[in-house]
């Protein structure tokens, strides 16, 4: 069986974000960019699968500017197969990116696609959602534990409540959460090998889909500072803060 | 170090291994596949670089004088380098508490006029250099820390090996756990920067720096601002001396205007202050209390901040450059050039002329052979004439203090300049930096204002800006030879001056359950600045390489 894994470039999760002065974006000029930690996980899953002797491929996909190749070859130098980057200049929204996986996953037929629940940038958290409903094919989402059986798959998903297990029948889409595994390291013998392995560079032209986005942004600001907070004498002076300062009671 | 009982790491022969994707690194790499190409020769380059991406651990200034860009890629403006802003306005001014006074332009150097001169960020200028690198075939591994010289039975340098990944602070190994990999090359060229790691090793077992004065230094801290834009002077340039420094002191500060409404904020203490209460983060913060800096960070935000320690003692502390097998390169060597206060074109023209001789010996067949020839044809030419005029400025500064010392060597300067001659023959360093220390009870406590979260800041949210990652869970990569001597010597003696010059907060006195004090090191502060290897009075700390991808994200430092 093959798998896709779909991933996204983000900016590095130990650089802290800037807002452009202007507020027309995040300033993402020579910030270290890298792929989105929850991918990594989706890869270290396929790769474990593949090393159980479940699954014969791991096909790595991303939609990005020419740049995204990077993210590819670390995916490939943990231990993908091949890699596909669809290049895109400027923002391309979930909803676009699900339908070009839509595409791939057509060409590509894979047994099923596990990808990271969300991406650290915008939060989103749609595109695995998108990709089930455009395919048609059952979803488990946010998997904290993962088997893949003849047929179907297991997943072991955290709820408000705790953990909730579901069987999924095949080809089916996999989100992953951060507690699913440890992904490996790309070692630099690997490193060196991924720089040979396929990679192939395609456009959304080539399946015909439109990328261009749906939404406007008005304005990016930062979070407004913290005010300091402030020493209650009892519980009577609390509940008065609440009701008539604070307004939330 | 090489009695390993782990698994066996891979290894791979490659012709030319470089450790530091910095500005000698990837110039030698350059300049190397540039001779190859031209006489159509096959050869294998590879520079390993520890922090995450190329450029990501630079810190400089930084005001940089293109000339050696000129000569490795004279079209580097079309290809797109880093370097837009020039310098418009230069100033050099001696700072009182409240004032100041400028010194008039007709009376310094020439050399120390940045007419030509750009401002730009050095870690930018890298990771260009690095594209440009892996365009021409340069196999550039970001991430992947050298942290093991392997040698042959002859005792010639063999390679290196990169340090394991995956590996628990009690040195267990973790499920992800990777072994190292070896690289055997034919020559190592290391270009470390200040103080490496690797640079350290080699020049104590090849007795590199036998014949020289003592390396001295001295720590920089850079802050980037987003200034008010009708306070921005795009391509000003400003050195301070004097305050906030007592006069036996050495040290400055910079203001350089950048493009985007930036400026660059900075100070550099030299690390041969005698003072142990001293803390050069201190002495940064309050410089930019003074009205010539406040009043241009009013209401502005800093975006960024970092720390490294710089080379400063010039040409009298070179060390030999070639050793078996390889050779130093850059700020490894050490060819910071300190009245000019620039040092990346020497880095840059030191890793090209080591690429001339070291492709030259391949070309005959030579490998892991010290090369006899290398260091005249380093030296000689552009460095030689950058560095020797300004021999005298850091003695005369060090000796005499820094009013007296600067007016001295200006003078100095001046003769150099003009009739090649100086009235001092050529000053010695007499010691190295760690041997400055006073004790701490007969030195003036330094009171320092406390910060106010606005102009001036602690270390723990300015580290927020450095954008460190540092996996917690792997060996503490700052060892100290005696256990004992931070307690029982340091804090006894010094205070712990350690507390104090690390800009990051990675060494805390701490007073344990049973009351007992001990040293606290917090590791994941560590911003790889190297002060702590430099100014211990013991000479008992050896920082080594943590996990490659460690430290500082720096982001146009």
Known sequence: MKVLVPIKRVIDYNVKIRVKPDGSGVDLDNVKMSMNPFDEIAIEAALQLKEAGKVDEVVIATIGVEKSQDVLRTGLAMGADRAILVQVEGEVEPLGIAKVLAKIVGDEEPGFVILGKQAIDDDASQTGQMLSALLGWGQATFASALQLEEGYVRVTQEVDAGLQTIDVALPAIVTVDLRLNTPRYATLPNVMKAKRKPLEVITPADFGVDTSPRNTVLETYEPPARAGGITVQNVDELVEKLKNQAGVI | MTDRDLPSRESMDVDVVIIGGGPAGLSAAIRLKQLANDKGADLS???????????????SGAVIDPVALDALIPDWKAKGAP????????????????????????????????????????GNICAWLGEQAE?????????????????NQDGSVKGVATGDMGVAEDASHKPEYAAGMELHAKYTLIGEGARGSLSKLLIKKFGLDEACDPQKYGIGIKEIWEIDPDLHRLGHVEHTFGWPLSNDTGGGGFVYHAANNQVFVGFVVHLNYANP?????????????????????????????????MTSGGWQSIPQLAFPGGALMGCSAGFMNLPRIKGSHNAMWSG??????????????????????????????????DLKKVRNAKPL???????????????????????????????????????????ADISPVIPYPKPDGKLTFDRSSSLFLANLAHEEDQPIHLHLRDADVPIAKNLVDFDEPAQ??????????????????????????????????????????????????????????
Request: proline residues 5%.
């Open chain 2, 135 to 151: 365009a021409m075939g340069i196999d550039i591994f970001p991430g992947f820390a050298a942290t093991e010289i392997l040698y």
């Open chain 2, 45 to 59: 380059v590879i520079v390993l670089e520890k922090a995450a991406e190329v450029g990501g651990h630079i810190l």
């Open chain 2, 83 to 122: 370097l837009e802003t020039q310098v418009s306005s230069d100033s050099f001014t001696y700072l009182t508490k409240n004032g100041g006074f400028a010194i008039p332009q007709f009376l310094l150097p020439p050399l120390f006029k940045n007419h030509g001169n750009y401002i730009a960020s050095l």
């Open chain 2, 500 to 557: 104090r010059y690390c800009p990051a907060g990675v060494y805390e006195i701490v007073t344990g359950e049973d009351g007992a004090q001990k040293l606290r090191i917090n590791a994941a502060n560590c911003v790889h600045c190297k002060t702590c290897d430099i100014k211990d009075p013991a000479q008992n700390i050896d920082w080594v390489c943590p996990q490659g991808g460690s430290g500082p994200n720096y982001q146009g430092m």
């Open chain 2, 352 to 385: 090209m002329k080591t690429a001339e001789v070291i492709f030259t010996a391949l070309e005959a067949g030579q490998k892991n052979d010290r090369i006899d020839s290398l260091d005249a044809h380093v030296l000689k030419g552009e460095i030689e004439q």
């Open chain 2, 277 to 309: 209460h001293l803390s050069p983060f201190d002495e940064m913060q309050r410089y930019k209390t003074h009205p010539r800096v406040s009043k241009l960070l009013k209401g502005a935000k800093r975006i960024a901040y970092g720390a490294r320690a």
């Open chain 2, 397 to 439: 500064m060090s000796n005499f203090g820094t009013l007296l010392g600067t007016a001295m060597s200006g003078v100095d300067l001046w003769t150099n300049s003009l009739f090649k001659f100086s009235f001092f023959g050529t000053l010695k360093h007499k010691k190295p930096d760690h041997a400055y220390l006073e004790k």
